[in-house]
T-cell receptor, first 114, second 114 residues
């Protein structure tokens, strides 16, 4: 069964460093998303991406964050100058280009900022 | 503002007992509704979804959910819980666009006693 793949599964970084979280969405999907879950809190939407541009972003997704689809298979989330409060589980998701469809989630990347 | 409420943070049931996890949403129209499950170290797996039509939907692993418009609820049920059902369960709402931003509840942690 096709699945969304995220790498790495766990990333530890020092405060102020840049990190790139990588995702390989399901191959025929055209909508891509990033969500995050701070420990003990809700899963929160960060950004959606379609046709090589951001479709919607939440108030969390400030200038510190950026997304990119550098090639035909990868979808990345870059966090510049990480802060302690960026520590969270980051989920990538993708969905088909059709009405009434569900998002498929990856297993997540646990980001720890020290 | 979108709001999804899962009033039970933690539920404990005995194996073989029935289960009901509650979910309420606040949104003017009928949204798309989802239940996801997250096992330890795993991503978010879709259990079931509601877009329209029959208000009782069947999902994987023997789960079902009923949409009640009058109560703005989408409760998840299972007649007989198995030990492997122990996980965290998330209710999520999509306002109905093709670029579906999901709003998640806080999650309900299910513990199953043998």
């Amino acid at each position: 069964e096709p699945e969304v793949t995220q790498t790495p599964s766990h990333q530890v970084t020092q405060m102020g460093q840049e990190v790139i979280l990588r995702c390989v969405p399901i191959s025929n999907h055209l909508y891509f998303y990033w969500y995050r879950q701070i420990l003990g809190q809700k899963v929160e939407f960060l950004v959606s991406f379609y046709n090589n541009e951001i479709s919607e972003k939440s108030e969390i997704f400030d200038d510190q964050f950026s997304v990119e689809r550098p090639d035909g298979s990868n979808f990345t989330l870059k966090i510049r100058s990480t802060k302690l409060e960026d520590s969270a589980m980051y989920f990538c998701a993708s969905s088909e280009p059709m009405w009434q469809t569900e998002a498929f989630f990856g297993q997540g990347t646990r980001l720890t900022v020290v | 503002a979108q709001s999804v409420t899962q009033p039970d943070i933690h539920i404990t049931v005995s194996e073989g007992a029935s289960l009901e996890l509650r979910c309420n949403y606040s949104y003017g129209a009928t949204p798309y509704l989802f239940w996801y499950v997250q096992s330890p170290g795993q991503g978010l797996q879709l259990l079931l979804k509601y877009f329209s039509g029959d208000t009782l939907v069947q999902g994987i692993k023997g789960f079902e959910a009923e949409f009640k418009r009058s109560q703005s609820s989408f409760n998840l049920r299972k007649p007989s819980v198995h030990w492997s059902d122990a996980a965290e369960y998330f209710c999520a709402v999509d306002r109905g666009s093709t670029l579906g931003r999901l709003y998640f509840g806080r999650g309900t942690q299910l513990t199953v006693w043998p």
